[in-house]
């Protein structure tokens, strides 16, 4: 079991920046993939980003590609999403997720994380 816990959401004007924080329980930390997903008012959950186990690999939803950033420190259990150039398209509720993953192309799939955080609100005002 992996237990996980969002942080640092928030009001942001367009432009502006947030860190998200993901932390999580337990020894085995380092044996996940995470992923962050997020989820608009009468919307669909969407890929925003994913990193494998190492820190080796990252993936990015196309809508984030060049503003959001996904990180690691394995050592605090943690996984960060940096988020910059913020727009209004961005507000929604932040999830993050731990699973196994052995393929690529599953990264982006939210059914393949199994573990989900309770989510933090992100609000970008114009």
């Known amino acids: 079991q992996v237990q996980l816990v969002e942080s640092g959401g928030g009001l942001v004007q367009v432009g502006g920046s947030l860190r998200l924080s993901c932390e999580a329980s337990?020894?085995?930390?380092?044996?996940?993939?995470m992923g962050w997903f997020r989820q608009a008012p009468g919307k669909e959950r969407e890929f925003v980003a994913a990193?494998?186990?190492?820190?080796?690999?990252?993936y990015y939803g196309d809508s984030v590609k060049g503003r959001f950033t996904i990180s690691r420190d394995n050592a605090k259990n943690t996984v960060y999403l940096v988020m910059n150039s913020l727009q209004p398209e961005d507000t929604a509720v932040y999830f993050c997720?731990?699973?196994?993953?052995?393929?690529?192309?599953?990264?982006?799939?939210?059914?393949?994380?199994?573990?989900w955080g309770q989510g933090t609100q992100v609000t970008v005002s114009s």
């Open positions: 337990g020894r085995t930390f380092s044996r996940y993939a």
């Open positions: 997720s731990a699973g196994i993953i052995y393929y690529s192309w599953d990264y982006p799939m939210a059914r393949k994380y199994p573990y």
């Open positions: 990193i494998s186990e190492s820190g080796g690999s990252t």
